[in-house]
């Protein structure tokens, strides 16, 4: 009897201990999930382009799981002649974009979403069209976690201008 009560007392350890570890790891399971040192970054895609146009926009979400604030201070790809982190307003009803100099804030624990009509990687003086379902590499730099080598999806348009 005793043996078999602490073999289920062990099962039972076994289980309580192993359910929040399995739910911990279900939560970034995405197969598109990337991390990188404290970064988590998923569904990088930018709008596909067909020959001759010169700008585009890329978009990823950027996942902060650590105690230190980062920010993206840039990017750069071998298809873009020059690539910027803007972020995107509408002032007086007209739709503005700037870089942002000192890069995109990701704040500790918390996620930041690159996305059209907001934040977004601009790339400029494209030297190849970026065809839909085509995947195109960028190098996002990081002020903490460094560079990190992502590959954007290319994807259809949808409407918006980046
Ligand atoms: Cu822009």
Same mark, same amino acid.
């Given at each position: 009897?005793?043996?078999?009560?602490?073999?289920? %007392?062990?099962?039972?350890? $076994?289980?309580?201990?192993?359910?929040?570890?399995?739910?911990?790891? #279900?939560?970034? =399971? +995405? &197969?598109?999930?990337?991390?990188?040192?404290?970064?988590?970054?998923?569904?990088?895609?930018?709008?596909?382009?067909?020959?001759?146009?010169? %700008?585009?926009?890329?978009? $990823?979400?950027?996942?902060?799981?650590?105690?230190?604030?980062?920010? #993206?201070?840039? =990017? +750069? &790809?071998?298809?873009?002649?020059?690539?910027?982190?803007?972020?995107?307003?509408?002032?007086?009803?007209?739709?503005?974009?700037?870089?942002?100099?000192?890069?995109?804030?990701?704040?500790?624990?918390?996620?930041?979403?690159?996305?059209?009509?907001?934040?977004?990687?601009?790339?400029?003086?494209?030297?190849?069209?970026?065809?839909?379902?085509?995947?195109?590499?960028?190098?996002?730099?990081?002020?903490?976690?460094?560079?990190?080598?992502?590959?954007?999806?290319?994807?259809?348009?949808?409407?918006?201008?980046?």
């Amino acid at each position: 009897m005793n043996r078999l009560f602490l073999i289920s %007392v062990f099962l039972l350890a $076994l289980i309580s201990v192993g359910t929040p570890v399995f739910h911990a790891s #279900l939560k970034s =399971a +995405s &197969a598109d999930d990337m991390r990188h040192g404290d970064l988590i970054i998923s569904d990088p895609w930018l709008k596909a382009t067909q020959s001759g146009k010169p %700008v585009t926009g890329g978009y $990823l979400t950027i996942r902060n799981d650590g105690m230190i604030d980062d920010y #993206l201070l840039g =990017a +750069s &790809a071998a298809f873009s002649g020059k690539t910027e982190i803007h972020e995107m307003k509408i002032t007086n009803d007209i739709m503005q974009m700037r870089p942002l100099s000192e890069g995109l804030f990701i704040p500790a624990g918390e996620t930041v979403m690159l996305k059209p009509g907001g934040y977004h990687v601009m790339f400029m003086g494209l030297n190849q069209p970026l065809s839909e379902e085509g995947e195109f590499e960028v190098v996002l730099n990081f002020k903490h976690a460094g560079s990190i080598r992502v590959m954007f999806d290319a994807k259809r348009n949808q409407g918006q201008t980046h």
